[in-house]
């Protein structure tokens, strides 16, 4: 009969929330958000400037000397919505140059709106999230054993990959007896 310890049970529920709606939806949010980075940042380059960039940072390359201040490369870019200051990461698809000012939109803008409706998504699917956590580790807590768990909640058995591992890692000895037995100059027939 398996123990639910702490660590199982935050595995189970951790495996059960990567599951859920919710974490699918926040993960959509999450590109969406991306997607305004780029749109962020295609309002304020052309792509004749970065096609320059791109060749600037070639040639000094090419020269003995450290190249890498040349441009700064970023992994987001950093705004201004209705006075909300933001950082949205840029999807890894190319190198972004940093931006030399802060671009700000006003309220009324389509990249504000954008915005302000992902802000408004993400605090609700975080809020479904943190109470699934929660009804999910009362279940939990409710259960002493596996056995007892799979009575009251059958479908936790989706749930269960990579459990088997860590209960038979924590009821392992910390030390390997053949090797103390080495120590100790005990031979095994």
Known sequence: MTRLTKSIKEQICKNAIEQS????ELKTANENLSKLALDVYNDNVTAELLKEADEIRARAKELPFDYYSVF???EGVRCNFNGLSAYLTLPSERIFYGLDENPTYTAD?????RFLSLQNQFKYLEKQKNDLEHE???ILNSCATLKKLQEIWPESVNFLDGIQASVIKSNLPAVVVEDLNKKLG????
């Open 72 to 74: 700064r490369i970023c």
């Open 186 to 189: 005990i031979t095994t027939s």
């Open 109 to 113: 803008h389509e990249f504000s709106k």
């Open 21 to 24: 709606l919710a974490n699918k």
């Open 136 to 138: 999910i580790m009362a």
